[in-house]
């Protein structure tokens, strides 16, 4: 089946740092995802991605579809306190998601 | 204003006892699906419906079982519980089949089996 690999795993920064992660596959997508997931929550979508270079802002949010359709990247800007969570990507074909690991974010006030 | 419901929230199971995991949405979609969500392993979509009467297996069904007679509802059996299925289960749903890539989940069962 399709996989994506998410990196990092996890990340530890201090308030007001930038932020970049970003997922692989081997296989296309015709839409990347990023989800976020705060605790005994389910995950709520941010960003939504559909067509190969582009780029998509949401606040202190940006993430960009890879040219080779492959790949995708998420920074958050000047984080706060309030970004801790577990941020997934997730590919689309058709209507299933594949999703990655999540990189799990730890913001130190 | 609820969205997807998911009862129980939490449970505990002996091996080899069955249950099943109630979801329903009050959205009007079309497509639901079951994820479940092992510590630093993702989500893996266990069962999926394009709509009422239709499912389709997602890449872990083994171990479950679903049904879809409505619309609104989505339920997900475990016949026999096994370690293995120690879990946070999900459920979600979205309009187009998730064209936009907009699934809305619920808040998620956590099951232990013990």
């Known amino acids: 089946g399709q996989q994506l690999n998410q990196s990092p795993q996890s990340m530890f920064i201090q308030e007001g740092e930038d932020v970049s992660m970003n997922c692989t596959s081997s296989?296309?997508?015709?839409?990347w995802l990023w989800y976020k997931q705060e605790p005994g929550e389910g995950p709520v979508l941010l960003i939504a991605?559909?067509?190969?270079?582009e780029l998509t802002s949401n606040g202190r949010l940006t993430a960009q579809f890879g040219i080779t359709r492959k790949d995708s990247f998420l920074n958050i800007s000047a984080s706060i306190p309030s970004d801790v969570g577990i941020y997934f990507c997730?590919?689309?074909?058709?209507?299933?998601?594949?999703f990655g690991k999540g990189t799990l974010l730890t913001v130190n006030p | 204003n609820a969205g997807v419901t998911q009862t129980p929230k939490f449970r505990i199971l002996k091996i080899g006892q069955s249950m099943t995991l109630q979801c329903t949405q009050d959205?009007?979609?079309?497509?639901m699906y079951w994820y479940r969500q092992d510590p630093g392993m993702g989500l893996k979509l266990i069962y999926y419906?394009?709509?009422?009467?239709?499912?389709d297996k997602g890449e872990v069904p083994n171990g479950y079982n679903v049904s879809r007679s409505t619309t609104e509802d989505f339920p997900l059996r475990l016949e026999l519980a096994a370690p293995s299925q120690t879990s946070v289960y999900f459920c979600?749903?979205?309009?187009?089949?998730?064209?936009?890539?907009?699934?809305?989940f619920g808040e998620g069962s956590r099951l232990t089996v013990l």
């Open positions: 997730a590919g689309q074909l058709r209507y299933k998601l594949t």
């Open positions: 991605l559909y067509k190969a270079g």
């Open positions: 296989s296309i997508f015709n839409t």
């Open positions: 979600a749903s979205s309009w187009t089949g998730g064209s936009t890539g907009e699934l809305f």
């Open positions: 959205m009007n979609h079309n497509y």
């Open positions: 419906s394009v709509g009422a009467g239709i499912t």
